[in-house]
């Protein structure tokens, strides 16, 4: 059976609670479990809260910030490693085989990789490069929404050329 609750806890949740500690460490300090301090915390006129909502939430804007610091950081690497790698497709270059009838390990020096290897090397620079801009996604410049007009106006004359050129078929009148 536990044992009963004393003044002494009420005390101890008293005096934690109003240092800042939270029910789960007031109950290890106590070495009572933490429905029972959620008790003693209820019991009292006015209740003792445990709300942290404001801590959390100041947490997670730390914690959302540093992970973006830390998704670019990773994008300019990668951006970095797409460079390099871009680098090799036109750098000489070693290339070795196990050739003839005993397997023997033969090497040649070469101006550039293989056609071959310069199709992985593309590959692997796209997906750095695509990585990238999926971590840190390229800014639109000043002109953008100058843009998504022009491409708007254009996509809505299309359409309507469309249209007539449908209703011209049809041996209507465009109208146009």
Known sequence: MARPID???????????????????IARTIKR????????AGDFDPPLLFDRAEQVEAATRVR???LAARRAA????????AEQLRAQLWSPTVHGEFAGKEGHWQKVDLPQPRFPDQRVIVAAVQTAVGTSLRLAPAEGGGNAEEVRSMLGALGEALTQAANDDQALDDGGDAGG
């Open 7 to 25: 003044d002494d806890d009420r005390r101890r949740v008293r005096e934690l609670h109003a240092a800042g500690q939270s029910r789960n460490a």
């Open 33 to 40: 479990s933490s429905s029972t301090v959620s008790k003693i």
């Open 64 to 66: 959302t910030a540093d």
């Open 74 to 81: 990773l994008a300019l690497d990668l951006q970095g490693d």
